[in-house]
């Protein structure tokens, strides 16, 4: 009876510091990957984000074009009437349309090389040129 008493009590002592060492090792090993995997999939929906507002931004230039007979000076004609703008129906855009998702402005040009203004998202670093989620994007593309 004693020796079933002292075989309990073995099974019943619970996780050694070895084991409870290794669990946490290994949660960490699988948070890591799964972080990876997330801060990935987050770049790849604002670079996504970013080219539908390139298109939508493009839109409300078109928009101020149509109404006041030639694009914008500036981007910032969209949110505020400037003073050459008599028949100016805005504000087109809201001050936060003329960020990209990175926080970054958009390039812009008028007149414009590919057309009556060139509209640029400059993708994450927010830098002409660059490859991935850093490449460029012009509204002629």
Excluded: C
Excluded at 22 to 44: M, Y
Excluded at 50 to 55: D, I
Excluded at 67 to 72: L, Q, R, T
Excluded at 80 to 87: D, H, I, L, R, V
């Amino acid at each position: 009876m004693l020796h079933t008493n002292s075989s309990m009590s073995r099974s019943q002592r619970g996780f050694t510091l070895l084991e409870m060492l290794a669990v946490i090792v290994l949660l960490g090993i699988v948070a890591t990957i799964v972080v990876r995997q997330v801060g990935g999939n987050v770049d790849k929906g604002k670079y996504g984000a970013g080219k539908a507002q390139l298109a939508s931004l493009s839109m409300k230039v078109e928009s101020y074009a149509l109404d006041n007979g030639a694009p914008p000076p500036t981007l910032q004609a969209l949110v505020s009437k400037p003073g050459n703008a008599k028949t100016w129906t805005g504000p087109y855009a809201k001050p936060s349309d003329l960020k990209d998702p990175f926080g970054h402005a958009f390039g812009y040009r008028f007149p414009g090389e590919h057309g009556s203004f060139d509209l640029i998202f400059f993708g994450q670093d927010g830098q002409p040129g660059g490859d991935g989620y850093q490449a460029d994007l012009g509204n002629w593309e």
